[in-house]
Structures are given as structure tokens and as C-alpha cells.
């Protein structure tokens, strides 16, 4: 789970009850985290029962967290779960961002996550590249398989799913499917700082407006480099300024963002990624390959992504904070 978070402006509520009545807003909590829906609609104020039912059936199909959900037997070992549509659609789109980037995005790291101690096992206590050569065996996309009849093909039995990169993103994509479903035109959807919009805030009669957290805010007093309109897209960020863990033996700082292609979790020189596409868990994904690739090469993948934005903050030769923006993302600026 990323700890990456957004502002979002704050809405003025008008006085007038009958606009009052227009805008209703409801929070609750999903994958671990909590969310935030803004939504403009006269005669459906109560679609909460139906946000959280979506939330259920997506950790029931890939959390790792859950100890009964079907990524969770699949990881150990069961080749009999025939996949759902929520498993089949993240796994395809995983695959697709796994090809297009070349392996730095691959959700079959789960074994690197659970050694370097972000996933749902205790961390190894020493990781040295006699360790890493043993699990890297156990990471690439190339080596599972999506059968005809719906089962998972492993290579081995220890690779280990983990979609935490996007399900995140894709679960609220389902969300705003739903709301969709209901006729609801106006919304924005915040969700552990990522986000999904459509239409406008109807108030201002202009697009939501939302802000990019800067890298050195504190977390109990969170600042904010730039605000950004956002219409009918989605927005999410990767950054490993709080999610990173120090080993205690060797004094290493591990970072959350693992390169699939060589199992090192330092950091890269990109310190942040955010993104813009037309679904969160696209945004989702690739902010953290983004992370993993660095900057050069970041750069190199975005001129091949005519539908995707980035606003990458990283460090330079000498150490100093710099930023580097997409032209697509450069026009909402």
C-alpha cells in the first residue's frame, strides 16, 4: 500500500439547502486505508451499502491480507481457484503494464516484498545477493499463466502474487463504474490519496480541483507543491519518503518500490511519481513503475504512452529536489 497522499481542495458549501441537498459525501474504509466520495445527485444520497459491497468482493479476490481470499490460496499453492472477472481483469492489465515496461512492473514480487519486510510476512533478517539470487528464481511475470479454464499455472509453487501496486486503483475504477450504473454524472473519488473524477463541481461550474503532496511534508502537517484541475481522469502517486524500513543489523535503507529486474529495493533517483490516465489502476501502476525505473528511463517510457501524464520529482548529481513534467501534464499546471 502506497502512502502518497493528495489534496483535495476544499468544497464550498452554500448556504441554500436545496444545494446543499444536490452535493452528498460519504467516507468509510477499503484496503486498508479510508476514502472519500463527493457526488452531485437529487434523488440517490445512499449508495454507500453499494461502494462497500464492491470493496468486499475485490479484497475477497485479491488480498493478500486475507487469509481466504483467492490470490491467497493461489499464493499457496492451490491450482484448482478458477479466477473471478475482478482477479482476470487486474491480472490482464498487469500483464500489459509487465510487457510495455519491459519487467519493471511485475506483481510476482511478492516474494521481495515479504523478504525486505512490506507484505503480510516477517522480513528476512539478512538479505545479501546469495539471498536475492535464491528468490529472484521465484519473480517474473514470464512465468505464470492464465489457463483456459481460469486457473493460475505457476512455475513454481513459491511465486507469490501481490497486486497491492494496483488494486488499490482498480477497486476504485469498480467504484466509479457503480456510480455510472446509478446515473450519478459528478463525483470525485478520493481513496488513500488516489483518485478518480468525472465531470465537474457543480458549485464552481468548473472541474475538481485537486493538489500534489510535496515530498518533504510532514505527515501531521501536510503541504502541497501545486493544484490541478481534474475532469473525467484519474490520478495516483507513488513516493518512498515515509513507506521504508531500516535493517537493523546493517543499518540499509530499504525502500517500498523494488526493482522486478534485479530485486533491490533502494531508492532510484525518482523520489515521487504521479500520474494521470483515464483509469486509477493504470495511475496506479504506472506511478510505481515510474519509481522503479528512475528518471532517464521514465522519461523514455512516457514518449511511448501517448494516454499517460507524469509529474516526477527526483533527486539530481547533487543531491538537490528537482521535477520533471509530462507536456500533457505541464497544460493543467
Not at 459491497?53 to 488480498?63: C, D, P, Q, R, Y
Not at 501481490?162 to 469498480?174: E, Q
Not at 525518482?270 to 525505473?293: G, I, N
Not at 516526477?312 to 509530462?326: A, C, H, I, M, R
Request: glycine fraction near 8%; proline fraction near 2%.
Amino acid at each position: 500500500m502506497k502512502y502518497f497522499g493528495f489534496f483535495i481542495v476544499t468544497l464550498l458549501l452554500l448556504s441554500c439547502n436545496q444545494q446543499q441537498d444536490s452535493l452528498h459525501i460519504i467516507q468509510g474504509e477499503a484496503f486498508g486505508t479510508v476514502y472519500s466520495i463527493k457526488y452531485y445527485d437529487e434523488g440517490k444520497s445512499d449508495i454507500k451499502a453499494g461502494v462497500d459491497a464492491i470493496v468486499t468482493k475485490v479484497n475477497e479476490s485479491v488480498s493478500t491480507y486475507l487469509p481466504d481470499s483467492d490470490i491467497s490460496k493461489i499464493n499457496r499453492g492451490d491450482s484448482t481457484i478458477v479466477i473471478d472477472s475482478i482477479f482476470r481483469e487486474v491480472y490482464l492489465l498487469s500483464e500489459e503494464v509487465y510487457r510495455k515496461s519491459d519487467g519493471y512492473f511485475d506483481p510476482t514480487i511478492g516474494v521481495l516484498r515479504n523478504a525486505y519486510g512490506f507484505g503480510d510476512e516477517k522480513a528476512l533478517r539478512k538479505i545479501d545477493s546469495t539471498t536475492l539470487d535464491s528468490l529472484m528464481q521465484f519473480v517474473g511475470f514470464d512465468k505464470v499463466k492464465l489457463k483456459q479454464d481460469g486457473t493460475i499455472q505457476k512455475a513454481s509453487p513459491e511465486i507469490y502474487f501481490d497486486f497491492n501496486a494496483i488494486a488499490k486503483g482498480y477497486g476504485i475504477d469498480r467504484i466509479g463504474a457503480y456510480l455510472d450504473e446509478e446515473g450519478i454524472s459528478n463525483y470525485l473519488i478520493e481513496l488513500g490519496g488516489e483518485l478518480l473524477a468525472k465531470g465537474i463541481h457543480l458549485e464552481k461550474e468548473s472541474p475538481w480541483k485537486v493538489g500534489i503532496e510535496k515530498v518533504d511534508s510532514e505527515l501531521g502537517n501536510r503541504a502541497y507543491s501545486v493544484a490541478i484541475p481534474l475532469e473525467d481522469k484519474a490520478m495516483a502517486s507513488s513516493g518512498n519518503y515515509r513507506k521504508y524500513r531500516i535493517d537493523s543489523v546493517t543499518g540499509q535503507k530499504f525502500v517500498h518500490t523494488i526493482d522486478p529486474t534485479t530485486g533491490s529495493a533502494l531508492q532510484s533517483d525518482v523520489t515521487s511519481a504521479t500520474v494521470l490516465a483515464k483509469t486509477c489502476a493504470e495511475a496506479d501502476a504506472y506511478a510505481t513503475t515510474f519509481m522503479a525505473l528512475g528518471l532517464e528511463k521514465s522519461k523514455l517510457f512516457l514518449s511511448t504512452l501517448p494516454h499517460i501524464d507524469a509529474y516526477l520529482t527526483y533527486n539530481d548529481t547533487e543531491g538537490k529536489q528537482q521535477v520533471f513534467v509530462s507536456p500533457g501534464f505541464q497544460k493543467l499546471l
